[in-house]
């Protein structure tokens, strides 16, 4: 079992900035991959960054070039800093944790960007 608190969700303007992060319960090593999804009202879960054990990042093309994902190992925590902010962005951030045969999931902050 696993536990992912999310945090640092919160209401900003288009153009700023907002970091999120995941401290997750047990070594974060034992996981393949760690990422970031985003549901927004009426829509589908999506994909937003993730990082896998050997620190390859993938990103969503329409966050690309403006989030960035990281992790601190020491402190089992996994960010998502997120810059240029714009309303299309608005929406439940969770923190996802991948084993093997497991998937786990935090609660969700909600991030709201206003225009």
């Known amino acids: 079992q696993a536990q992912l608190v999310e945090s640092g969700g919160g209401l900003v303007q288009a153009g700023g900035s907002l970091r999120l992060s995941c401290a997750v319960s047990?070594?974060?090593?034992?996981?393949?991959?760690m990422g970031w999804y985003r549901q927004a009202p009426g829509k589908q879960r999506e994909l937003v960054a993730r990082i896998n054990s050997l620190g390859r990042i993938t990103y969503a093309e329409s966050v690309s070039g403006r989030f960035t994902i990281s992790r601190d190992n020491a402190k089992n925590t996994v960010y998502l800093q997120m810059y240029s902010l714009k309303p299309e962005d608005t929406a439940v951030y969770y923190c996802?944790?991948?084993?093997?045969?497991?998937?786990?999931w935090g609660q969700g902050t909600q991030v709201t960007v206003s225009s």
């Open positions: 996802n944790a991948q084993r093997i045969s497991d998937v786990y």
């Open positions: 047990g070594d974060i090593f034992s996981f393949s991959a």
